[in-house]
């Protein structure tokens, strides 16, 4: 029974992608929207079903659907486990991914491939499903895959766009880049281990491990971990998340949120005995995830583009997760990105109502005074916003102060730039809110006319993310720690806890006045002051330098877009012609040759007896001579 069960979970999605490719748009857009929905669903409740029974019984749910490859020792399957880590994630994933669907059969309404949107987000389910339920690095990366080729789809769905088709083929690129170091990981494990089970590299590792230390983990982990920045948006690999705003909100909100960008920290934290072998790796690790986390949060700082602060808010704060795996703090890690799932699906969602109410504009700059005429909209990005300032008591507040204190009992320069990010996060988040909520709307006469409030299907959703977002730090709380001993199985012995002393409340109350002191910082400029950004060609300085991203897009393009568009013109325009002078002259050759030995076939017999007769007599004088 389980094991058709395990199948209802991860096909469902994929019947409803098959539904809505085929039959979607003669069904009609109310039942594609239903039919995708209801698919995320089922396999929710698949999700529960499976959680709860793993709570009963504590023993993890393993299928083999059938012996996939077999080279010499090399022996993979195709394999599902649903053990503590992949069912937490499926049901976050699923969860979220449900309310996703369910917002964007309202928010997609009015356009006219809406079969198509559903018939995509339910593939990109399926394959964020697969990635989390495989047994083995191979069906990883089958869903790794997949949900790469989900989001080229997804973010150029508005394909009559260009710059959304370049921003769609910017991160179906930049993810190969990372895929390739992944692939390369895969491959030297496999080749050590004689397998990609997770639990046969965890004991075949431990076996090598207790004779000596092969060089060759660190270089597979750190493959892997390249894997993980081109998947989870860290540097160098980042700049290709930003421009996914190009996609519908939906599709950022199951991007940012629930699925693709948690990929990363979710096989970092499955391959956490391989990381574990490799200090040096997992310093690589935390350094980058920190300053990941500054630099985004230093560009976020200027953005207008209400999608484009939330994007570089999610580069940040997965940087934070990454510090906290590069400190092998895998839990902390994993409970950030719960409560993260939680407050910024909530803030995309909502920032999906605005765009909505103001007929497709996204520039800050034309906003303001909307809490009056959208309260649910406003009162729920609120909460979220206070989440992810870090504000007591509010999910964010528990889930970034456990990085923060890791991150100052293993390195005080990395807990000081996290604490300066988050400063930064509590600036640019309210600013936000004040620009977009408060003071006068600064739109035109027609957009404030029809200002109104979002239907219910989205701003249902947007109330069940918030109440999320404020509880969803009980999961973990000092003292009780459920999330921590529910892991316990798959990081045995590795999680961090923190009862409360005095240090612990020392670090709680820096970080809260920091937050403190952000949200007061953007309240005196764009509230006591009314401060509303400039136009674009009107800011200058250190201002112009963050608000372009420090040209790292610029510099990506100087030093390897325009030297392959170059050498590629190179072998178009030279190479080319030269090479193709010389298959062409060959090609020359053997055709003249044929012109001339077709002449001999003449079609005349009495040529041909004669030919026959002189071959006959060659033949015979040879044989005579050599004797």
Known sequence: MDNNLVLLLLLTPFVGFLFNIFFGKKAGKGIAGAIGTGAVVVSFAMSV??????????????????????????????????????????????????????????????????????AYLNLFVFFMITLVVGSNLLVMFIGW????????????????????????????IMNRVGDLGFLIGIFILAGMSNTLDYSGMKSMIEINNATHTSIWYSVAALCLFIGATGKSAQLPLYTWLPDAMAGPTPVSALIHAATMVTAGIFMITRMNFLFDLTPEVQNIIAI????????????????????????????????LMFLALGLG?????????????????????????????????????????????????????????LAIAGIFPFAGFWSKD???????????ALWIIGSIASIMT???????????????????????????????LITLPLIILAALATVGGLINLPGSNWLNHFLEPILAGKHEEHALGSQEYMLMGIALTGAIIG????????IKQGFVPKQDSEI?????????????????????????????????????????????????????????????????????????????LAIVSYLFLAQ
């Open 145 to 172: 895959e997949g949900v790469g080729l989900c989001s080229y789809l997804l973010i150029g769905f508005w394909h009559k766009n260009q710059d959304y088709n370049d921003a769609a083929k910017k991160a179906f």
């Open 540 to 616: 200058v300085g250190v201002s112009k330098t963050i608000y372009n991203k420090y040209y790292v897009d610029e510099l990506y393009t100087f030093l390897i877009v325009k030297p392959l568009n170059s050498l590629s013109n190179f072998f178009r325009t030279t190479l080319e012609p030269a090479l193709g002078g010389i298959v062409y002259g060959f090609g020359s050759v053997a055709n003249g040759l044929s012109n001339q030995g077709k002449k001999v076939q003449s079609g005349s017999i009495g040529l041909y007896l004669f030919a026959f007769v002189i071959g006959v």
């Open 288 to 319: 980058v995830g920190a300053i990941t986390a500054l630099l985004a949060a230093s560009i976020g700082l200027l953005q207008n583009d209400i999608k484009k602060v939330l994007a570089y808010s999610t580069v940040s704060q997965l940087g």
């Open 426 to 456: 509590a600036f640019y988040m309210f600013r936000l809110m004040y620009l977009t909520f408060f003071r006068d709307f600064r739109g035109t006469e027609e957009q404030k006319h029809h200002l109104h409030e979002s239907p219910s």
């Open 402 to 412: 456990e990085i923060l204190m890791v991150a100052f009992e293993h390195n005080k």
């Open 329 to 385: 703090a895998y839990n902390v890690a994993v409970f950030h990105v719960i409560t993260h799932a939680f407050f910024k699906a909530c803030l995309f969602l909502g920032s999906g109502s605005v765009i909505h109410a103001l007929h497709g504009e996204q520039d800050m700059r034309k906003m303001g005074g909307l809490r009056k005429a959208m309260p649910i909209t406003f009162a729920t990005m609120l909460i979220s916003t």
């Open 49 to 118: 079903y499976f959680f709860m029974q793993l709570n009963a019984t504590g023993k993890p749910v393993s299928v083999t659907l059938l012996d996939w490859i077999q080279i010499g020792k090399l022996k993979v399957d195709l394999g599902i486990l649903l053990d503590q880590l992949s069912l937490l994630w499926l049901l976050f994933v699923t969860g979220i991914g449900s309310l996703i669907h369910l917002y964007s059969i309202s928010y997609m309404h009015d356009d006219e491939n809406m079969h198509k949107f559903f």
């Open 519 to 526: 949200i007061f910082w953007a309240y005196a400029k764009y």
